[in-house]
Structure formats: C-alpha cells, structure tokens
C-alpha cells in the first residue's frame, strides 16, 4: 500500500477541508509507520503477526499429490477387494472409486503439462 500523502486538488475542496484531510492523512501515515492499522471507523488496531505461515504453492502441490496417491490407492484396495470376492466391497463403490483416481490423476497431469510449459516459456525469454 503507497502511503505517500497524494496532492489535493484545491478546486474541488475548500481550504479547511484540504487542511483537514491532509492532517487525517499524516495520521494515518504515522499510524502506518507505527505498527498500527486503522479500521474503516477509525479505530486503530494492532498488526498481529500470524503464528502459523500460510502454505505456499509447493506444499499445496504436495498436499494435492498426496490425495490423489491416496485416492489410487483406495480404488486399487476395493478393486483387489472385490476380485477376491470380498462381499463387503460393493462393485458401484468401486468403479466410483477409480473414476475418483482417474481424474485426479489426469488434473494432476495437467498441472504438472502446465508447470513445464511455463518453465519452456520462461526459459525461452530474451533477457
């Protein structure tokens, strides 16, 4: 956020209103600078810093990764399960089960197709 004091068109403003929200403007800068933010009623509040960082892109790959090896994984366990004659695992699951796996698997081909062609893409730029 630029928190620059930005130039007043005196035309449009009279010169207490200018005055005014100039001086509104330094305060907020300086509550900026602080460490402090400013609710939309004007209330100033603490920044907390947050305990726990946000994932980024690669442990939300990983994450995404994870599910769909689970999700193979499962559909291969019900697809074993009915072949042995397991009366406990239902045909329909199953075949739910590894169309689940299917399209996860190719959504994660998918990213991965797009990864590749950005780095291509990237790696081909003239600098």
Sequence with gaps: MDLRLLPLASAALSPAQAAALRAAQKALAAQAAAGGAVSATGAQT???PQ???QPGFGEALRSALREVSAAQ????ELQN???MGDRSASLEETMVAMQKAQIG???ALHVRNRMMQAYTDIMNMQV
């Design 46 to 48: 603490a920044i907390k």
């Design 51 to 53: 305990a726990t960082p």
């Design 73 to 76: 994984h499962r559909a291969s």
């Design 81 to 83: 399960r009915v072949q």
């Design 105 to 107: 698997f190719q959504a």
